[in-house]
């Protein structure tokens, strides 16, 4: 359909004639005029689309950054076509053209967030704290066999009702007042460890104790053993080790003792029971109710406790003298922390007013000196 163009100053008059030429049908080409208003379409020129007439109805264009605008009979080729040919972005295109960079970034976030998350667990059950609780090797008195009086027992004069988390739990019978001799329980062991220090120890048993009460002499003395040779003990930072012998003179007897033999030995000033290192014999003296009955503070474990009884009076035989608090809330506790009584700050202070600790602090029980090596 063609019209003529109105020259300037030559508009129709005609309104009627006006409304007829500016229509257009259905699939044509409106009419088109030059940027400069020369009424004609340049090669470069961008055709303009024609403006609804009065009584016509306003259409929404589909997309609004189309200058020119697409034909309604076009609509089609989106699912027909040539256009029907092309791939179809999945899900994983548009997640990444839609955020670019993050794409990539956020899997990475989220890996690196279950891995510290691993690592902090880790930490929280121990691991990351066990150089917190290992012996300060500078701590050691090479030379403690040669004192006189008993290393580790409670010295001065405490009431009992100060010290509840140390009472002895109730449980199997033991033997109050033995014969005050000991025998050597038969059997030895090559060395354990690679430390230059080497001690050599015997295993003894005082005379008059009821074997089944703490499960004989035997089994009394592979605890020992087991016990120094894992190297979770003190073996672990390689600078002693230990060789069990049955004849001859030791550097030390790790003895189970009757309460009344222990508390002649150790010292009754607190009445609770407790264990000692007595340097005149080289005497470490476990008491056999502990043994049999153990700790409150290991809540019926009754091995780990004996782990740790034979560690902590052993730690005091080859020169750890003094007893150490809860180093932070929640670690595990110190091997000479005195766990027998407890293993919070306030407890154990009652027994040793001049250690230097912060009372709100509650550790683990832990019966190992290096419990952060692997055990064996």
């Known amino acids: 359909m063609s019209r003529t163009e109105d020259a300037p100053g030559n508009e129709s008059k005609d309104p009627g004639a ?36 009065p009584d016509q109805p306003l259409r929404a264009r589909w997309d609004p950054t189309d200058e020119v605008g697409r034909a309604r009979g076009d609509r089609g080729r989106d699912s027909a076509g040539d256009d029907a040919d092309e791939p179809q972005p999945n899900a994983l295109r548009r997640f990444v053209a ?6 990539y970034a956020i899997p990475v976030l989220v890996v690196l967030t279950v891995i510290l998350l691993v ?3 880790r930490d929280s059950d121990g691991g990351s704290n066990a150089s917190e609780v290992a012996p300060d090797p500078s701590a050691r ?18 009431q009992e009702a100060q010290l509840t988390a140390g009472v002895l739990p109730p449980g199997g019978a033991f033997t109050v007042a033995g014969k005050k001799t000991f025998h050597v329980v ?27 009460d703490f499960g004989g002499d035997r089994s009394f003395a592979k605890m020992v053993d087991t016990t120094l040779a894992n190297d979770r003990s003190w073996i672990g930072d390689g600078k002693v080790s230990f060789r069990r012998i049955d004849r001859g003179e030791p550097d030390l007897r ?14 009754y000033q607190i009445k609770l029971e ?17 043994w049999v009955r153990g700790a409150l503070s290991y809540a019926g474990d009754d091995v780990a406790y004996r782990q740790y009884l034979v560690n902590h009076e052993v730690g005091h035989g080859i020169g750890y003298e003094h007893h150490v608090p809860c180093p932070a809330n929640g670690a595990l506790a110190p091997i000479m922390m005195q766990q027998s009584f407890g293993t919070a700050n306030a407890q154990i202070l009652a027994l040793d007013p001049d250690i230097k600790a912060d009372p709100a602090f509650v550790c683990k029980p832990n019966p190992w000196p290096f419990p952060g090596h692997s055990p064996t």
């Open 18 to 53: 006006f409304r007829t030429e500016g229509r257009v049908r259905a699939g044509e080409a409106g009419p088109r005029t030059a940027r400069g208003g020369s009424g004609r379409v340049g090669s470069g020129d961008v055709p303009r689309r024609p403006r609804p007439l």
């Open 98 to 103: 839609t955020y670019g960079w993050r794409a």
């Open 186 to 212: 038969p059997g030895t062991t090559g060395q354990v460890g690679t430390g230059g220090q080497a001690y050599t120890y015997t295993v003894e048993v005082e005379d008059g104790l009821n074997g089944q």
């Open 254 to 267: 790790i003895s189970l003792g009757s309460t009344g033999t222990t508390r002649e030995l150790c010292g």
């Open 274 to 290: 407790t264990s000692c290192f007595y340097p005149p014999d080289k005497r470490v003296t476990l008491n056999e109710a502990r």
């Open 119 to 121: 690592f902090t667990i």
């Open 141 to 158: 008195n090479a030379l403690v066999t040669e004192e006189t009086t008993p290393i580790g027992a409670p010295t001065g004069q405490i």
